[in-house]
């Protein structure tokens, strides 16, 4: 019966992709007498968590009364600090509810036990780990950022039938459908950065945005070591966040920042060293051969995301390698590319 009332749960918190990062998604379902009397989402960053929508829509159902004779159901342990919003294990001791039923605690330092803490020391019944690998793969990104102090990271190209990213003279080539390309459109929304190389911003002058899909732009990432890019690309135009990786300066223009980092054997561990400081939790990785081979060289990686055309073009830039051991999850048709989705072994 627990997992039940959790499903719906999780099924809530999903609502919230794309809209509450750096927060993570969260559901609630507040159940009496196996009847859900109330529900919520966290629906953006900067407004009420889960639990002040659930009860509040259990308040507007006229359930308040039988509060303290219910179960909440929540997919992360509620918080226990003020950030933008109060405690939310607060809430839930205010109410007196009678039992928490919890899929995943939180990872977050700030949080991190306080909160069941807080709400057994209140006399609550407390219960985790109810469905803890269907939290954990919905909130992937967030544990990540926490557990190992780097973002989250997609990789993904597409590719021609005979294994090529782009023409001979690395010009840009739609390889990809407009199918295929209004769903990366999509993914771009739901990350906070996408990142590019030198050469893919150079050759195909990429705007980086989600032109093709209603939703948030990503921050920008572009890796210029020795800073030869022109200010004329799209990436320079400030419509966006964007943040220049280089070995020489440190400078804001506008909405531009140039971060000084070193190029190093470590360089990706100085570049998500400072992403991370900027709490960026996930990015999508869609530079060039270059860049994504020294992604997956590394294995610093979590999903891969590869569109295959039907198109050959006899001739090109080989697309990326990929490694041993990579775990193929799923294919799937996409107007007539082939899209496969790997994932890091674990």
Known sequence: MMEKYMVRALELAALGRGNVSPNPMVGCVIVHNDTIIGEGWHRRYGDWHAEVNAVNDAIARGNEHVLPESTVYVTLEPCSHFGKTPPCADLLVEK???Q???CNDDPNPLVAGKGIQKLREAGIEV???ILVEEGRQLNARFFTFFEQKRPYLLLKWAETADGFIADEHKQPLSISCLQSRVLSHQWRSEEDAILVGTNTALYDNPQLNTRLWEGPH???IVIDRTLRLPQELHLFDN???TLCYNAFKNEEQGNTAFVQIDFDENFLKHLLADLYQRKIQSIIVEGGT???QTFLNEGVFDEIHIFKSANAIQKGTAAPL???GVRLVNQTNIGGDWL??????R
């Open 96 to 98: 007196r509810v009678k």
């Open 100 to 102: 928490v039923v919890i």
């Open 127 to 129: 219960i985790n780990g």
């Open 218 to 220: 990503p921050t920008r």
């Open 239 to 241: 419509s966006q966040k």
């Open 290 to 292: 270059l860049v994504l």
């Open 322 to 324: 990929l490694p041993t």
């Open 340 to 345: 496969s989705s790997y994932q890091q072994p």
